[in-house]
């Protein structure tokens, strides 16, 4: 028996060995195949950049011949008729020159699928197309005189130009091959293009606008100097990566050399009148070039950028040759592993077997002493570099896995005990608030109790007070007298206190009777019971659409009472008294209703204390009044489960806001 296991071992093994050696074979296919398919996408991608280059090209062809067509044209607007020949000549070279070289550059993208590309080619199209309009406007406004040009078009032309611009660059970008498949030397060589147009354009920008200060003998102010220091800056900004790239080590001669061409004429010889030229035109002093001569000294200085640029355009056609060269030789050395490969493979069976079959067999029998429980073994191999390496922590993480698990029960049950002890907690919880509220519910009965208590002996002190100034005021003096009527008043007004306690404690104490109420004539009733009370006070009610609610009516009149009868008294000083009644949209099955009034209002710091009993905000000599009706406002509100709030500004008046169940059924109570 022990022999048949032995065999079946044996040739287990074996069969994995074989596999393992198939496996290899097929990576090896596979490395080769990769290989090979990374010399031809080598190739591709040299040829790739070619043609994106060839692209490039004419992109910024386009617009170094549109930037002169600009600088041209902006100073033509500025200057006196007629035009020379030789200016209008330089205008339609130029304009023919970048219409071809960007016609040229949209045939060869239109095989481009890019989104991006295609979406900017369309924008470029559409510009062009605006261009060519604003062409024949510049045609027949430049044989002017200068009063007489359209002053819109002068303002047009100069930012129309340079969108065109600008998205013909943003175009060249889009369609330039993907930065991740470059080389970093392809990489640097297009920062390096896009580095100088960058130089060019905002130096082209910086031509035209000193341009036209020339021409028209103006000072350089305000909103012209942001712009200019907005050019040179992006001028010296990129002229400080051109000079980063070509002054690395193994960067093409050319490319050296048309750098020291740009800093001698653009950063030497140029760098003295473009620095004359600013200084007078801040001093607001006459220049020291003509607008013709600052305009053939900047082309000259922006024609050694455009240089630079066409030497990195070549540097780049040299670099895609070389690209293809290699990716030849790369395959050819795919080829040569290949066949090393193959004499490598015999020796890798003869080392499977000593590297393979042993960790086996011990990882086997380690996986069977964790499938019965045993966590504290030691799993070997977990420092090998391969794939039994691999196997074994990742046997490694099963075991720790099921310490985890182990751990993670007796947490489990941890918190079934927790779980267990907060529901206790939860069930004295409830019975201590079942306990509160029958304190409440005591200590409302105790309030209703003594307040009605209150009522014989205060009636006693009003009518002993009433006889006592009826029969025995002339045995009064006039101090006397006001003391009695003083007790009478403050009688009256303790009455008028108990009498709104008890109904302040009837509420909690009454049983609701719900039911769906029209609001709309609720509020009508109670405006019109307070105003036929009003003492002929001018008021001027605004009732606006009111939904219908479901709760008490008798409660609801109470609170509503209050609402209106606070909005009346507290606007008594008003000619007239404005009071509005109104919804808005309220969340969920919640209508929520406002009162707003033109009255006195109140400062918002105290709004937490209108809702409180006995809470005042004014003394009572100014608004008569208990402090009791807007917190029976607010039982009654909160028995319906709605909310109450309120907003206000001193001597502007006050909105109260409240909300109510929205009604369900189609009776309604009126």
Request: net charge neutral; with cysteine; proline share 3%.
């Amino acid at each position: 028996m022990s022999r048949v296991i032995t065999i079946v071992r044996t040739l287990s093994l074996r069969t994995l060995l074989f596999a393992l050696v198939g496996a290899m074979g097929t990576m090896l296919t596979v490395t080769l195949a990769l290989n090979a398919t990374s010399a031809w996408r080598a190739g591709a991608l040299a040829t790739q950049a070619s043609q994106s280059n060839t692209t490039a090209d004419l992109l910024l062809s386009a617009a170094a011949h549109w930037a002169v067509e600009r600088g041209i044209t902006n100073g033509v607007l500025s200057a006196e008729p007629p035009l020379k020949a030789e200016v209008r000549s330089q205008i339609d070279e130029h304009r023919k020159m970048a219409d071809a070289a960007f016609t040229e550059a949209a045939a060869r993208l239109e095989d481009d699928k890019s989104p991006a590309v295609q979406s900017l080619l369309r924008k470029a199209n559409g510009l062009l197309r605006d261009i060519d309009q604003l062409r024949l406007r510049v045609d027949a406004e430049v044989s002017k005189p200068p009063s007489e040009r359209d002053a819109e078009l002068r303002t047009a032309w100069f930012p129309a130009m340079t969108r065109l611009i600008e998205v013909s660059q943003r175009l060249r970008l889009a369609a330039e091959i993907n930065s991740d498949s470059m080389e970093t030397r392809l990489q640097a060589l297009q920062r390096l293009k896009h580095a100088a147009w960058v130089m060019a354009e905002y130096a082209g920008r910086e031509r035209g606008m000193l341009n036209g200060a020339i021409q028209a003998g103006a000072p350089l102010r305000g909103e012209q100097l942001i712009a200019l220091g907005v050019a040179r800056g992006n001028v010296e900004y990129a002229w400080e990566i051109v000079q980063a790239i070509t002054t690395e080590p193994g960067a093409a001669p050319a490319l050296v050399t048309a750098t020291k061409t740009v800093r001698d004429v653009m950063f030497g010889r140029f760098q003295q009148d473009r620095e004359a030229v600013y200084k007078a035109g801040l001093a607001d002093e006459p220049y020291p070039l003509s607008a013709q001569d600052w305009f053939d000294q900047s082309t000259e200085a922006i024609g050694s950028i455009l240089r630079l640029g066409e030497a990195a355009t070549e540097s780049t056609r040299q670099f895609a040759s070389e690209m293809q060269a290699r990716s030849r030789l790369n395959l050819a050395i795919g080829l040569m592993v290949l066949a090393a490969a193959v004499l490598l493979m015999g020796i890798a069976v003869w080392f499977a077997s000593a590297r393979i079959a042993r960790p086996l067999q011990e990882m086997t029998i380690v996986m069977g002493r964790l499938a019965h429980g045993e966590t504290t073994i030691s799993v070997p191999a977990q420092d090998r570099n391969d794939e039994i390496g691999e196997m074994a922590q990742a046997v490694e993480v099963f075991r720790k896995n099921a310490i985890r698990i182990g751990e993670l029960y007796a947490e489990k049950i941890a918190d079934q005990r927790r779980d267990a002890e907060i529901r206790k907690l939860n069930h004295e919880l409830t019975g201590r608030a079942a306990e509160l509220a029958a304190a409440n519910k005591e200590l409302e009965s105790f309030a209703y109790s003594v307040s009605h208590d209150l009522r014989a002996p205060l009636r006693h002190l009003l009518g002993y007070s009433e006889l006592l100034l009826k029969h025995a005021s002339k045995c009064l003096d006039e101090e006397g007298q006001r003391y009695v009527q003083t007790i009478l008043e403050s009688a009256k007004r303790m009455g008028n206190l108990i009498d709104d306690l008890l109904a302040f404690s009837r509420i909690g104490r009454t049983e609701t009777r719900t039911t769906a109420v029209d609001l709309q004539q609720l509020v009508a009733d109670v405006a019109s019971e307070i105003e036929a009370q009003g003492k002929g006070q001018d008021i001027s009610w605004k009732i606006g659409p009111l939904p219908v609610c479901y709760g008490d009516r008798a409660l609801l009149r109470v609170a509503l009472v209050n609402l209106l009868s606070n909005a009346v008294k507290f606007s008594g000083t008003r000619r007239p008294a404005k009071i509005e009644v109104g919804s808005v949209d309220g969340r969920g099955d919640k209508s929520e209703i406002f009162v707003r009034d033109n009255g006195v209002g109140f400062d918002m710091k105290y709004v937490d204390k209108l809702f409180g009993v006995f809470q005042r905000l004014h003394r009572a000599d100014e608004f008569e009044g208990t402090g009791i009706g807007l917190a029976t406002v607010q039982r009654i509100v909160h028995r319906h489960g709605g909310a109450v709030r309120a907003e206000g500004t001193v001597d502007q008046g006050a909105t109260f806001y409240f909300s109510l169940p929205k009604a369900k059924r189609q009776f309604v109570e009126r």
